[in-house]
């Protein structure tokens, strides 16, 4: 029997996959072989734009997590916080590919980027202002039901705000393990002195491996370890 693969969706495309996906747009991102003054250009911009997907992913779970909490859903804004985690190490995996570009290939190609940096992805940005107004939806929740953040640990696990709190620490703990991973591709790469070297951007990536959403959480975490 011969199946009909016409497509029934409307829009761009050769099939119903090529028009709901969008495929022909996605595909057509990157510069072609004809516009590139590098051949590894298309490994660069293919390890950026999916981390600008999967981030896009992530900031929209933080939104709906926060408002999730607002409306004191604490189950469903774990489980939404536990997919952006997941998005965080799958973009922490996918730096893993930059292993394969060497440093004189990278300057190769930097003129094709002008003055960019990472530091001006919108998914991070984005992923920063959500994370910042997931932190401030729950210290409110803390407030309301009059509990400190320093009885948040050791856990309890059989209480949706504890376990919440605890996915919380994980995405903090993501973000960092992506910075420090981060901090030794540009070291590989982009051949920065490391941190401590003066005037290196380095300092600045280190710095902010450090940095901290929830410091309310950690804390708590600190003051638990003093009192055993
Ligand atoms: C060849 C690979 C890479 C090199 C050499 C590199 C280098 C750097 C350097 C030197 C900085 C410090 C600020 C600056 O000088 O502009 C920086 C910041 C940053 N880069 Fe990259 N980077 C690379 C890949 C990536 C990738 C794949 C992403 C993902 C979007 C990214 C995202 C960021 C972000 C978000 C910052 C701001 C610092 C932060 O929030 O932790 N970079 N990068």
Redesign the pocket.
């Known amino acids: 029997m011969k199946h009909d693969h016409s497509p029934v969706l409307p829009g761009p495309g050769a099939t119903d996959y090529a028009r709901y996906m969008q495929t022909d747009a996605l595909l057509g991102l990157q510069r072609s072989p004809g516009e590139v003054i590098h051949r590894d250009e298309l490994l660069?911009q293919v390890?950026?734009q999916s981390?600008?997907l999967w981030?896009k992913l992530a900031a929209a779970e933080l939104a709906e997590a926060t408002a999730r909490v607002v409306a004191g859903q604490l189950p469903m804004a774990e489980a939404l916080l536990v997919r952006a985690t997941l998005a965080v190490r799958l973009?922490t995996d996918?730096?893993e590919m930059?292993r394969y570009?060497s440093p004189v290939d990278?300057r190769a190609m930097q003129p094709a980027l002008g003055k960019g940096?990472?530091?001006e992805?919108p998914?991070?940005r984005q992923v920063?202002a959500t994370s910042r107004q997931l932190g401030h939806a729950f210290g409110e929740q803390l407030d309301t039901r009059g509990v400190p953040a320093a009885d948040l640990c050791p856990a309890d696990l059989s209480d949706p705000l504890h376990r919440l709190a605890e996915a919380m620490v994980e995405w903090d703990e993501r973000v960092s393990l992506?910075?420090v991973r981060?901090?030794q591709?540009?070291l590989r790469?982009?051949g920065?002195p490391p941190a401590g070297s003066p005037g290196s951007?380095?300092n600045?990536?280190a710095k902010?491996?450090g940095?901290r959403f929830f410091p309310e959480l950690w804390q708590a975490r600190l003051h638990s370890t003093a009192d055993e």
């Open positions: 660069f390890v950026h981390t600008e981030l973009i996918g730096l930059l570009l990278f940096s990472g530091a992805s998914g991070w920063q992506w910075r981060h901090y591709v540009a790469i982009g920065h951007p380095a600045m990536l902010l491996a940095h």
